[in-house]
Every structure is written in structure tokens, then in C-alpha cells.
């Protein structure tokens, strides 16, 4: 592949055109045929925007049909990330990309997020372009021809680069959706452990969904990301850049034994043999397995980054727990004081009602000597009536006190 020359990163008027592009072609879609703007990222670091189909898109980057509807911003599918023959598909949060070896094409990119992701493509994509590639020389040549290669991990390949940016993008999104929760969560817990309320309890139940939908979307990226570090394989398919070197390589030797061949062989031989060579050639190119020691630490990097934002919202999932288990413990314990207030009091009233008994006996209409008794006899029955009511009333709440019936 040939080395690209440096270009600095438009300017975000630049960006802004093409996103207002990509509006206005997405606003005339359905009068197109059914043709979709692309927003398209070159290695070089120029974005433009191009509306192509569903089968040109298939045939450029050599994708299957069911890999673009992951795309599809209509559905809702899991963030995966797949590598295939001639690209890798991205779909990570707000990014839906297709990388593969010299551009980026992107749909739905009148989104704020990708407009921002596109600006961090471009920096990062020139700041690399400033280094040279290094050259080796083909030994199967005799003239000496020298093809370039990336220069080990001092510089990543462009669809490693490309990639980087997406999982940056999208982790630096759920980082700051998480802080956003964390700055809202723990005061909203700490205010509801001081004042129970509805209002309270409201704003802790929406930031418990909240809670609950990011660590589901951040769990995702983190199992898609381990996925990827478990399997060589899956890993080995994203080296674009290696194998169309390995392509090419073994096509340019193809052509010179074709050539030297001309003068030795009839035509029809000669064109059976190539047939077996391009054959041969193939199945030596699919059985390269590059050294994805690259990929795995950068992939390793951005796991570890989700990782802690995932512990973060670990963290504040259990703070809710704790939460809910001290407003728990308050109600129970609310509960059982009002339980023991209903139980002192139906003893009051039991008692009171034995008073009542003794006071409808005096207003029975009969007569008796206490009726005629003096008048300092019918002090004593009264408040001899009160106490005895009052006693009654001490000895069942220290029955109930010593039978631990009461806690008081």
C-alpha cells in the first residue's frame, strides 16, 4: 500500500457541511431509489459524503447483508464488533461504522457524537500519517522492489487506528454518562436516608432505571471486548492492512512467473497452471497468521478502561442496595413502634372500659347505701376507680415489657 502524505484535519466548518450533507440526503432517500448517505473517512484523513447503495456497499467492502442491517440505526442490536474478510463492523453505542483498510464509512452521522468522533478520527488519522512507513525489499524480485509496511507497533495499521477511535468514543461516552450518574446519585441517596419522602423516593427510582440501563449497555462493550481477547482467530481477521499486503505480495509474484513462463508453455497450459497457482497463492495467503500482539494490548487497554467503569457502576449499584436496606430497616422500625403504640393503647382502652363498667354501675337507676353514704365516700370510690385503673394499666405494660411483647 502506498505511503499516504500528511494532511491536516479540516475544519469544523467542514465537518458541519458534511453533516448538513448527510441531513439533506437522508431527508431524499425514498426518492432515490433507496440510497443512503455514507459518510466516508479516507486514510488520509478526508471525510465526504456519498450516497450508495445497500449492493455497492456489499461489493466495496465485501460484507454480507445481515452484517450491514447491525448497522441499521431502525434496529436494535447488541454492540458487537465483527471482523470480517476485507472490513470490520462497529457498533459501539453511538457509533456504527465499517472500517477497512484505507476508509471508515459511517450512517447516521447527524448525530452530535459522531460529529465529534469524526473530528478525533481525523487528528488521530494525520497525526499518524507523519510518520514514514517503513520499506523492505521483496526477496522473491531480483530487480529489488521495495513494498511498504506498517512499522510494528510504533504505528498501527489504519484500521487499528480506526478502531481505537470507535472504542474511545464510545468509552469516553459511558464514562461521562456514569460520572453524570455518580454527581446525581450519591446526594439523592444521601438526602433520602434524612427525609423519607415521595419526591425523594422518586428521584432514586429514575436513577435506579438510569443505573440499570448503563451498566446493561457498559456490560455489553465489556463481554464483546472479552469475546474478542478469548478468540485468535476473530482477531487475526481484523489484520485488513496485513492481508492486502499478503494479497498483493503473492499476486505480483504470480504475475512474474506468468511472464517468465510465456516463451515455455502453450496457452492453454499456461492458463492452467496460473488458475492452479492464483489457487495455491490463495489458500498460502489465508493460512498467514499474523501476530496480534497489537491488537490484544490495544484491545486489552479499552477493556480494562470498561472494565473500571463497570466496577464504578458496581460500586454505585451497591450504595443503592445499602440504601434501600437502611430505609428498609427505618420502616420496619417505624412499623414496630406503631405496632407497639396500637398495642398500649388497646390495653388503655381495655382498661378504660373496665372503668366505664364501674362508672355504669353507680348510674344504675337502684338503691344502694353508698347513694346515701356522705359525701366524702364518694371521693374515695372515684378516685379508688381511677387508680385501680391506672395500676391495671402499669401491670400490662410490664407484663408485656417482661414477656418482651414491648420495647420501650
Known sequence: MAATAATSP???????????MVFHAQTRRKATGGLKAWLIVSESGESHVEEVGRHSIMRRTGLPARDLRVLDPVLSYPSSILGRERAIVVNLEHIKAIITATEVLMVNSNSPLVFQFVRDLQNRISTSNLAPPQQVKDENSGSGIDVPVVAGPKTLPFEFRALEACLESACRCLESETQTLEEEAYPALDELTSKISTLNLERVRQIKSRLVAISGRVQKVRDELEHLLDDDNDMAEMYLTEKLLTRSLYSTSS????????????????????DQEEESDGEEAGDVKPNIEELEMLLEAYFAQIDGILQKLSDMNDYVDDTEDYINIMLDDKQNQLLQMGVMLSTANMIINAGIVVVGLFGMNITISLFSAPHIKFWQTTFGTIGGCVALYVL????GKKKNLLAL
Do not use: M, Q, Y
Not at 504475475?255 to 496460473?274: M, P, T, Y
Open 10 to 20: 479540516p475544519p469544523d466548518e467542514e465537518i458541519g457541511k458534511a453533516t448538513a
Open 255 to 274: 504475475r512474474r512467473e506468468e511472464i517468465g513462463n510465456l516463451e515455455a508453455e502453450v496457452d492453454d497450459k499456461r492458463s492452467e497452471e496460473s
Open 396 to 399: 400490662s405494660v410490664g407484663w
